[in-house]
C-alpha cells in the first residue's frame, strides 16, 4: 500500500495567526493644568492661580491609584502681600471609558495673608484634609475637571 502526501493548506498556517484573544489594556494617565479660582482665608476670598498636575495608574481593571500636586499662588494685593499653598494627595478611584473620579487624604503645606473685620497677618503651616476629583472626557485627551479640596 503506497502512501500518499497530503499538502497543507496555506489557510491553516495564516489563520491561527489571527484569531487573537483579548487582553486587558493597562495605561498610566498624566495630567497637568492651570486653575483659576478663589482660596479663602480669615473673612475676604482672593484670587488663586496654580498649576497643577497629577499622575494615575490602574492598580486592577477599574480602580486607580492616584496621586496629585496642586501649587496655588495668591498675587499680591495693594494690602497683602503674596501667598503660597500647596496640596498634595493621595487617591484611590474608579475609571471609565469617558471618564474617572477619585477621592482620598490630602496634606497641605501654606503661607498667606489672612484678614478678618479689622485686622490682616499672615498665617502659615500643615493642614491635613481630603482631595477628591472628577475628569470627564468630551473629545479624546480633551476633558473637564471638577476639583474639591478641605482642609
Known amino acids: 500500500m503506497g502512501t500518499r502526501s497530503r499538502r497543507i493548506p496555506w489557510v491553516v498556517l495564516v489563520v491561527p495567526p489571527l484569531v487573537v484573544v483579548p487582553a486587558q489594556g493597562e495605561a498610566s494617565e498624566l495630567s497637568a493644568g492651570v486653575s483659576l479660582g478663589w482660596l479663602q482665608a480669615g473673612t475676604i476670598p482672593r484670587l488663586a492661580v496654580g498649576p497643577h498636575a497629577g499622575m494615575s495608574w490602574p492598580i486592577q481593571r477599574d480602580i486607580l491609584f492616584t496621586v496629585h500636586d496642586l501649587c496655588t499662588i495668591l498675587p499680591p494685593t495693594q494690602e ?25 487624604p490630602s496634606v497641605a503645606l501654606y503661607i498667606m495673608p489672612a484678614c478678618g473685620v479689622t485686622l490682616c497677618g499672615r498665617v502659615g503651616g500643615l493642614a491635613v484634609g481630603a482631595h477628591a476629583l472628577t475628569n470627564a472626557y468630551i473629545a479624546g485627551p480633551l476633558g473637564v475637571s471638577v476639583s474639591v479640596n478641605v482642609d
Open 80 to 104: 497683602d502681600g503674596l501667598g503660597v499653598y500647596n496640596q498634595t494627595s493621595v487617591d484611590i478611584g474608579y475609571a471609565w471609558k469617558d471618564g474617572n473620579v477619585s477621592a482620598g
